[in-house]
């Protein structure tokens, strides 16, 4: 089992920029790791997702304003968030994904909040 725990979540003037931690327990090695959002009244969604191999996927939203990045050996994924906007607030979550022997493992931290004012 893996437990993750998101940091760096803030205050933040649109424009702006944010750097996103999420600490893992274990190693991380073989999981996706993703960032999600949550926005008051709407569902969760994917920002960025970074697979064991380094390949990264972006929101379409995000594309070219955010970077996710991981450390395997500091069990550690980030999410470097630039150019901020008003609709970038949302609580942010970190997710670790793998699939083994027919089973999907899948964890999720408790949030961070970040709020971008305009």
């Known amino acids: 089992q893996v437990q993750l725990v998101e940091s760096g979540g803030g205050l933040m003037q649109a424009g702006g920029s944010l750097t996103l931690s999420c600490a893992a327990s274990g190693s991380i090695s073989v999981y996706t790791m993703g960032w999600y959002r949550q926005a008051p009244g709407k569902q969760r969604e994917v920002v960025a997702t970074i697979r064991s191999g380094g390949s990264t996927n972006y929101a379409a939203s995000v594309k070219g304003r955010f970077t996710i990045s991981r450390d395997n050996a500091k069990n550690m994924v980030y999410l470097q968030m630039n150019s901020l906007k008003p609709e970038d607030t949302a609580v942010y979550y970190c997710?670790?994904?793998?699939?083994?022997?027919?089973?999907?493992?899948?964890?999720w931290g408790q949030g961070t909040q970040v709020t971008v004012s305009s």
């Open positions: 997710n670790a994904v793998r699939s083994f022997l027919l089973h999907e493992y899948n964890y």
